[in-house]
C-alpha cells in the first residue's frame, strides 16, 4: 500500500507500513551529476563468476512487524574470509541497500565476504536507531560466522556520504555501552577492525552546522535536522554524539578517507586523523579530484573507490593476519 504526503520529506510513502524517502536512488544522483560530468555512466551490479550471492537475509527484528535485511556476497569456495558490512548513503532518510551491491559484488572477487546492509531512516526512526541497527548487523555477522564461512577476528565496515559517517561512528565507538543493546544476539560483540569512510562527515558540530544554515535560510529543512531531531541549537546533545570526532579512543578502528573534491564532506576528518594518531592509530586519505559527492555510483570513478578500499582492507585485515 502507497500513500504519498508533503511537508518535510517531499517524496515520502509508505509501503507496508514503514514511511520511505524516494528521493535519492541512481538515477537521481545521475541526473544531477551528469550536468556537470556529461561522460559519467552508471555503475550496474555485474556478479563476477567466482562470487556467490545470498540476497533477502533477515538479521533483525527491532521492532514488531519490521523486518531488517542485507545481502551477502562471498567467494565461491568453502574458505573462511574477511569480511566488510557496507553502508549506503541517502541523508540517514533515503536510499537502499542496493546502491552497495556493485561495489561489494567486486570487493568480494578480491576474497571478502561483502555485506550491504538494510538500517532505520530517519521517515521511520531518528538517530540513533541506524546506529544501533548497524551494531546489532555486525552482532549477526559474529552469530552467523560459521555458517557463511566469515573470519571473525577480521571484520569491517564502509559507507558512503551518511553511511560513511555512520560507519565511522561504529567504528569510533568500539565497545561503548552507550550504543550497545540488549536485545538481539547479546551474547556477542560488536567492534570492528577497520573503517572505509567515503565522504562521511566525522564532525556535525562545525561546518555542517554552517551549511544547515545556508540550508533553512532557503525554507529547506536538511537531512541532519530531520535525524537528529532538530537544529544544533534545539538538539545539541544529539549533534555532538553523532559526531564521531567525539567518541575516538584507544579503542577505536584504523580509518581510510576517501573523498571527493567537495570540501564540506571532509568536515572533521583531519580532527579525526589528529585525535586517531595521538593513539598511535592508522589513517589513509585519498582525495578523488574533480568528481560530484556521490562519485562511487559512476564510471570513471568507481573503479578508484573499489581499489583504495581492498588495498585499505588488504593491509588491515591480511597483512596483519600473516604476522
Given at each position: 500500500m502507497f500513500f504519498f504526503s508533503s511537508g518535510l520529506y517531499a517524496q515520502l510513502v509508505t509501503i507496508d507500513g514503514i514511511p520511505r524517502d524516494t528521493s535519492f536512488t541512481l538515477h537521481s544522483a545521475y541526473v544531477k551529476a551528469l550536468k556537470q560530468y556529461p561522460d559519467i555512466k552508471k555503475v550496474l551490479p555485474a556478479l563476477p563468476a567466482n562470487v556467490q550471492a545470498i540476497e533477502g537475509i533477515i538479521y533483525s527484528v527491532p521492532v514488531e512487524n519490521r523486518n531488517l535485511k542485507l545481502n551477502l556476497y562471498r567467494p565461491q569456495d568453502d574458505n573462511k574470509y574477511p569480511?566488510?558490512?557496507?553502508?549506503?548513503?541517502?541523508?540517514?532518510?533515503?536510499?537502499?541497500?542496493?546502491?552497495?551491491?556493485?561495489?561489494a559484488q567486486q570487493i568480494a572477487s578480491h576474497?571478502?565476504?561483502?555485506?550491504?546492509?538494510?538500517?532505520?531512516?530517519?521517515?521511520?526512526?531518528?538517530?540513533?536507531?541506524?546506529?544501533?541497527?548497524?551494531?546489532?548487523?555486525?552482532?549477526?555477522?559474529?552469530?552467523?560466522?560459521?555458517?557463511?564461512k566469515i573470519d571473525t577476528t577480521h571484520i569491517a565496515i564502509s559507507g558512503c556520504s551518511a553511511g560513511g559517517q555512520l560507519a565511522m561512528l561504529v567504528?569510533?565507538?568500539?565497545?561503548?555501552?552507550?550504543?550497545?543493546?540488549?536485545?538481539?544476539?547479546?551474547?556477542?560483540?560488536?567492534?570492528?577492525?577497520?573503517?572505509?569512510?567515503?565522504?562521511?562527515?566525522?564532525?556535525?558540530?562545525?561546518?555542517?552546522?554552517?551549511?544547515?544554515?545556508?540550508s533553512l535560510a532557503k525554507k529547506k529543512i536538511p537531512a541532519s535536522i530531520k535525524?537528529?531531531?532538530?537544529?544544533?541549537?534545539?538538539?545539541?546533545?544529539?549533534?555532538?554524539?553523532?559526531?564521531?570526532?567525539?567518541h575516538i579512543t584507544k579503542d577505536s578502528a584504523p580509518v581510510c578517507f576517501i573523498n571527493s573534491s567537495i570540501p564540506r564532506f571532509h568536515g572533521g576528518r583531519n580532527e579525526a586523523i589528529e585525535i586517531l594518531s595521538g593513539y598511535d592509530i592508522y589513517t589513509e586519505v585519498h582525495v578523488v579530484n574533480d568528481t560530484p559527492h556521490p562519485f562511487w555510483l559512476f564510471h570513471p570513478w568507481f573503479d578508484s573507490a573499489v581499489a583504495h578500499t581492498v588495498s585499505f582492507l588488504d593491509k588491515m585485515l591480511k597483512m596483519k593476519k600473516m604476522e
Open positions: 569480511v566488510l558490512l557496507m553502508v549506503h548513503g541517502g541523508g540517514w532518510s533515503s536510499g537502499d541497500l542496493s546502491m552497495q551491491i556493485p561495489m576474497g571478502y565476504v561483502a555485506i550491504p546492509v538494510e538500517y532505520r531512516l530517519s521517515p521511520e526512526a531518528p538517530y540513533p536507531a541506524a546506529v544501533l541497527d548497524l551494531k546489532t548487523a555486525i552482532r549477526w555477522i559474529r552469530a552467523n560466522a560459521d555458517a557463511y567504528g569510533m565507538t568500539n565497545f561503548q555501552q552507550e550504543y550497545e543493546t540488549s536485545g538481539e544476539y547479546p551474547e556477542f560483540r560488536s567492534n570492528v577492525h577497520a573503517v572505509v569512510n567515503i565522504d562521511g562527515i566525522s564532525d556535525f558540530s562545525t561546518d555542517e552546522w554552517e551549511a544547515t544554515k545556508e535525524w537528529l531531531g532538530g537544529t544544533y541549537d534545539d538538539k545539541r546533545e544529539a549533534w555532538l554524539s553523532a559526531s564521531p570526532v567525539h
